[in-house]
């Protein structure tokens, strides 16, 4: 097995152009009782099928400050499948959310480009709202770049 070091000091157990994946279509989805859920869509771009395959995003404020993390996960994730992933936001103040890696029983294997630096989705009230909706269609933005 061969061990990469990444930028941000972690360690890659898998080189990523084995097992490529495609984020896509990240957003915000209001649910019920003031659950938020960040979707959106992963490819299996690789030439095989994984067992699992896990998204990670970390949660941050409006102050920038680090509230936690969510993720989704799925079991048997097929060569050219395209996932559809929901991952529930259940701390309320969370306001952005920054896709942090995609998983798979090898390790990482999602590397962010240049172009998606600021990869994320922004949370946005809509106008007049003080508090979170329980059921309301809600505006989002969304800045995840589009990966080549």
Known sequence: ????????????SVPIEKYPVEPAHLHWQPGLFGVRYIMGDVTN???????????????????DD???????????????????????VLKHAASRALLMDVTCEYGSI???????????????MPLGETALPAKAEAGFQ???GQFA
């Open 66 to 88: 680090l509230l936690g993390s969510t993720s989704d996960h799925l079991r048997g994730f097929d060569a050219g499948r395209t996932w559809a992933f929901k991952a529930p």
């Open 142 to 144: 969304s800045t995840l």
């Open 45 to 63: 771009r690789s030439a095989g099928d994984l067992d699992w395959v896990k998204v990670e995003f970390e949660l941050y404020n409006d102050a």
């Open 110 to 124: 999602y590397s962010p480009t240049i172009g998606s630096s600021l990869a994320g989705a922004v949370w946005r």
């Open 1 to 12: 097995m061969e061990t990469l070091a990444e930028q941000n000091g972690r360690k890659r």
